[in-house]
Nanobody
């Protein structure tokens, strides 16, 4: 049974930093592409960042590039999202997702990611 557990969210002020974690179990973590998505109230779920199984490739949404850094530790079956210079617009529930193998092209459509965590809330006050 695949389980993804996201953690690390919280209430911070604009300009602060947070690091999210996603602990995976029930799958060969080092063979899966991992990603972060987020969903703000009354908005659709949107792609944040993805990292290939080996960690060799990373991709970011343009609005987060330069502020967010995705990484993974395959020995710990854990993925991370370091978020710096947080803005009120970053307020959302953040979800981790997984799909098998390195992708031939980035797929930012959440419907095409088969495994999801429960989400962790990030609230940024201005």
């Amino acid at each position: 049974q695949v389980q993804l557990v996201a953690s690390g969210g919280g209430l911070v002020q604009a300009g602060d930093s947070l690091r999210l974690s996603c602990a995976a179990s029930g799958l060969p973590f080092s063979l899966y592409t991992m990603a972060w998505f987020r969903q703000a109230p009354e908005k659709e779920r949107e792609f944040v960042a993805a990292i290939w199984p080996s960690g060799s490739n990373t991709y970011y949404s343009n609005s987060m590039k330069g502020r967010f850094t995705i990484s993974r530790d395959n020995a710990k079956n854990t993925m991370y999202l370091q978020m710096n210079s947080l803005e009120s617009e970053d307020t959302a529930t953040y979800y981790c997702a997984a799909t098998f193998g390195p992708l031939s092209a980035l797929d930012s459509n959440p419907d095409n990611w088969p495994y999801w965590g429960q989400g962790t809330q990030v609230t940024v006050s201005s």
